[in-house]
């Protein structure tokens, strides 16, 4: 049984999502290139996915294909510089 799709929007360096949780989609605005990581349940957790964002201001939308990216103890995301990527929208199932 599948449940129903939540989001997660931050503009700190880190967020974590928890429990075990499928990602779906990414938003975010950047102003130069950065890093966001995204962590199997904590920083030190195993890295899933990386993305850097471009070097021109924007935003991007990532959607993740099939079912989405299983975390299975939760999603913890890093933002390598606020100041690049001021915001992130994460749009889960869990």
């Known amino acids: 049984m599948e449940s129903d799709v ?3 929007s931050f503009t ?3 967020a974590t ?3 075990r949780s499928r990602l779906q989609a990414i938003y975010y605005v950047h102003a130069a290139s950065a890093d966001l990581t995204f962590s199997n ?3 030190g957790g195993t890295t899933l996915l990386e993305l850097t964002s471009p070097s021109a201001i924007g935003t991007e939308t990532v959607y993740v294909p099939g079912r989405g990216l299983l975390f ?3 999603i913890h995301v890093t933002s390598s510089s606020t100041t690049n990527i001021p915001s992130v929208t994460l749009f889960y199932e869990g």
């Open 17 to 19: 999502v928890t429990p």
């Open 72 to 74: 299975g103890g939760g």
């Open 6 to 8: 939540r989001s997660l």
């Open 12 to 14: 700190s360096s880190s």
């Open 41 to 43: 349940g904590s920083g």
